[in-house]
């Protein structure tokens, strides 16, 4: 389990970052002994499974969240399970997916956590997807001839590639975490992805602030270290505290 140390270590790191930097840091604290090329290299499904598992054992189970009706803007607010969520991981699959229609047959690996920050690095939506569809094929063969990976994206019919997309969410479905949430008020569903990367830094740069904010105060009490502090439980932080607001 990653210490109160190395997360504010994690949280210090990440202040200078954003989306796939805070993500990478956030997941070399859920997998302490995983090096950074195994952690590019999962399934982005992987990645955000780990992430809510992290989440649980940092904060519990319970996840409050918060969105807005699409249609009449009332505020709608719902608890999510952390504990479901981490075990929503992609199965191990032996050998690539493959989708075959009609002239097309296209094999294909899940996307990993390198590709999707490659593609996100690409301004252009169409040049992006082009990139992920091209470092995710395995091969591609239209009436029997072969077509090259970079060229894909431009020649496949929407129909396949609706199927390719739906055949990757089949097998990686915590990949995009996508709730409907039924307004109150007005009845009508709004669809609310869950980016559990930002979920989980606004909770830890909470926790992170509220940590210094205690060792400041035990430090002016007592003259102790931040690692003298740090390594107490947070039990005894907490009785040190009241007995320093009691005095």
């Not at 090096?35 to 189970?61: H, I, K, Q, Y």
């Not at 496949?156 to 975490?177: F, M, S, T």
């Amino acid at each position: 389990m990653t210490g109160p140390a190395e997360l504010l270590a994690t949280w210090e790191a990440g202040l200078a970052q954003h989306g796939p930097g805070r993500s990478l840091l956030l997941h070399r604290a859920a997998r302490p002994g995983a090096g950074t090329d195994e952690l590019l290299s999962m399934p982005v499904g992987a990645r955000e499974a780990d992430l809510f598992a992290l989440r649980r054992a940092l904060f519990g189970e319970r996840m409050q969240v918060r969105t807005e009706c699409a249609s009449c803007g009332e505020a709608m607010e719902f608890d999510l399970d952390a504990a479901q969520l981490a075990a929503t991981r992609p199965p191990a699959v032996a050998g690539p997916l493959r989708v075959a229609e009609g002239e097309w047959v296209v094999e294909f690996r899940l996307p990993t956590v390198a590709d999707v920050a490659a593609a996100g690095a690409v301004r252009d939506p169409g040049e992006a997807r082009r990139l992920l569809v091209a470092r995710c094929t395995v091969s591609a063969v239209r009436s029997g001839e072969t077509v090259p990976a970079d060229r894909l994206a431009g020649l496949l019919p929407e129909h396949i590639g609706r199927r390719l997309a739906e055949a990757a969410a089949d097998a990686d479905p915590a990949a995009d975490v996508t709730l409907n949430v039924r307004c109150p008020e007005c009845g009508a569903a709004t669809p609310a992805e869950l980016d559990i990367t930002s979920y989980l830094w606004t909770e830890l740069d909470g926790w992170a602030r509220d940590l210094m904010l205690d060792v400041h105060l035990l430090a002016s009490a007592y003259g102790w270290s931040e690692p003298e502090i740090l390594a107490l439980s947070p039990l005894r932080r907490r009785y040190y505290l009241e007995l320093c607001a009691d005095g």
